[in-house]
Antibody
Framework: QVQLQESGPGLVKPSETLSLTCAVS?????????WGWIRQPPGKGLEWIGS???????YYNPSLKSRVTISVDTSKNQFSLKLSSVTAADTAVYYC??????????????????WGQGTMVTVSS | DIQMTQSPSSLSASVGDRVTITCRAS??????LNWYQQKPGKAPKLLIY???SLQSGVPSRFSGSGSGTDFTLTISSLQPEDFATYYC?????????FGPGTKVDIK
């Protein structure tokens, strides 16, 4: 059974860097799939931050790209998120998730099929 | 970016009701559309992928339809555990985007 678990500081000061890690159990990251980060500000909707393949290939949300770095550590079976120069607008629950490609006769549809429980990060001095 | 809208933003329904939620994309996304359910304090759960395919383990009272720009999620007979917020999400572009959500609560 594949499980994802986020970890990291719950409080980050403005202008500093938010750092989170997602530990994967029950599946080896190096075997495949993309792995992603999604966030949800309090009382609001979901925003995709970016995704990474086990090889290290990354895709980022253009609105965050200048501040985001996602990396993978296959030896520890985990992947990480760094978001720099944070402001109060970055306060959110941060989720990690697996991106699964579902094949059909007309294409492959990517969906976030397994999620971590989420971790609340507050940006405040 | 492909913008996703949902209607209604919220609805009140009773156990046993048939519930339909609509999702619209700002451009054609073929069937690259997924639906998620989120309960308070919990992570979203994948219900439907590729517009109409039921994720493993999801009850058959959930169904999805549509293609192009207009999609629907239907719950055929609402159960107590179905009161939640539902999000659609497109994966047509390399920038996945979610709808704003539809909250289903108890009438």
């Amino acid at each position: 059974q594949v499980q994802l678990q986020e970890s990291g500081p719950g409080l980050v000061k403005p202008s500093e860097t938010l750092s989170l890690t997602c530990a994967v159990s029950g599946y080896s990251i190096s075997s495949g799939y993309y792995w992603g980060w999604i966030r949800q500000p309090p009382g609001k909707g979901l925003e995709w931050i970016g995704s990474i393949y086990h090889s290290g290939s990354t895709y980022y949300n253009p609105s965050l790209k200048s501040r985001v770095t996602i990396s993978v550590d296959t030896s520890k079976n985990q992947f990480s998120l760094k978001l720099s120069s944070v402001t109060a607008a970055d306060t959110a629950v941060y989720y990690c998730a697996r991106v699964r490609g579902y094949s059909s006769s007309w294409g492959v549809v990517d969906a976030f099929d397994i999620w971590g429980q989420g971790t609340m990060v507050t940006v405040s001095s | 970016d492909i913008q996703m809208t949902q209607s209604p933003s919220s609805l009140s329904a009773s156990v046993g009701d048939r519930v339909t939620i609509t999702c619209r994309a700002s451009q054609s996304i073929s069937s690259y559309l997924n639906w998620y359910q989120q309960k308070p304090g919990k992570a979203p759960k994948l219900l439907i992928y590729a517009a109409s395919s039921l994720q493993s383990g999801v009850p058959s009272r959930f169904s999805g339809s549509g293609s192009g720009t207009d999609f629907t999620l239907t719950i055929s007979s609402l159960q107590p555990e179905d009161f939640a917020t539902y999000y659609c999400q497109q994966s047509y572009s390399t920038l996945p985007t979610f709808g704003p959500g539809t909250k289903v609560d108890i009438k």
